[in-house]
């Protein structure tokens, strides 16, 4: 857990900004469908990162309506799909968005946190206690 918390603390102190991260944690719980993280940040993304119905949305289907943002989330989501193995022109298409190398590696390590945290919730069985949000129709 100590090395839980100061992974997050440390991204937390990171060059992306709280929108980016609620994003790419939106799009973790979906492809990891895992309810209680999908509950959590939609609840939290909401309230703190200001983002609406349609962008949470968009998000949780791996992307962003912000094109910026989007090159983050289609990223995260790519790192998924493909278990770390993206492609040269995966990891071009974040940095022509404007990541630099240090951001790219801070969207990989969110990914990591994500996939961890939506395992620990999903293997645990974590009582959801946000507002309960359903996964999308596969």
């Known amino acids: 857990m100590n090395g ?3 992974l997050q603390g440390a991204l937390g102190k990171g060059k992306l900004a709280p929108a980016t991260r609620e994003r790419i944690a939106l ?3 979906e492809a990891n469908g895992c309810d209680y993280c999908l509950s959590a940040h939609t609840y939290t993304g909401t309230k703190f990162a200001k983002l609406n119905e ?3 949305d ?33 990891v071009e298409k974040v940095r022509v968005a404007g990541y630099s190398d240090a951001e790219v590696l801070e969207i990989i390590a969110h990914v990591a946190l994500n996939t961890f945290t939506n395992y620990v919730n999903e293997a645990l069985d974590a009582e959801i206690d946000f507002p309960r949000i359903d996964r999308l129709a596969a």
């Open 27 to 29: 799009t973790m719980a």
């Open 54 to 56: 349609t962008e949470i």
């Open 4 to 6: 839980l918390t100061a």
């Open 58 to 90: 968009a998000n949780r289907r791996g992307t962003s309506n912000d094109p910026k943002a989007a090159a983050a989330v289609e990223f995260a989501r790519a790192l998924v799909a493909a278990r770390g193995s993206v492609t040269s022109g995966e």
